[in-house]
């Protein structure tokens, strides 16, 4: 009798930091090499809205050095979160490319802007 296939290994969850700094604008930051899948990027938006409760604050995502972000957990960043700017940072082609990509293709659920400049991109956040 044939035995059924086994199922892949469940996905490591990929680890992030998020913190409220000073003055009020939430830090997002992405392991080097992450690949964020769907439920990743579910768990970060999770505490986004944990974390600024019923107030709404700009954000900082920083994704130097992340690998990939899957259709899934693009899908999950196109949707409405207690961000209410946000700032997309990183340095390298590949960021570019991603930010680029989900810029083009998902409509961001506020305003939302790439930069290689972690100055600019606060500059731009508190500016509003």
């Given at each position: 009798m044939d035995q059924?296939?086994?199922p892949p290994q469940d996905h490591q969850h990929v680890t992030f930091d998020?913190?409220?700094e000073a003055p009020g604008i939430l830090r997002l930051t992405w392991p080097r090499g992450a690949r964020i899948k769907e439920s990743d990027?579910?768990?970060?938006m999770d505490r986004v809205n944990e974390l600024c409760g019923a107030e709404r604050h700009p954000m900082i995502v920083d994704m130097a050095t992340t690998d990939d972000v899957t259709r899934g957990a693009r899908s999950i960043f196109a949707k409405p979160c207690q961000a209410n700017r946000i700032a997309l940072w990183g340095s390298s082609p590949v960021d570019?490319?991603?930010a680029n990509f989900f810029l083009g293709i998902m409509k961001p659920p506020c305003p939302t802007k790439f930069f290689t400049s972690e100055t600019e991109a606060l500059e731009w956040l508190v500016e509003a």
């Open positions: 059924p296939a086994t998020l913190e409220l990027a579910q768990r970060a570019r490319v991603i």
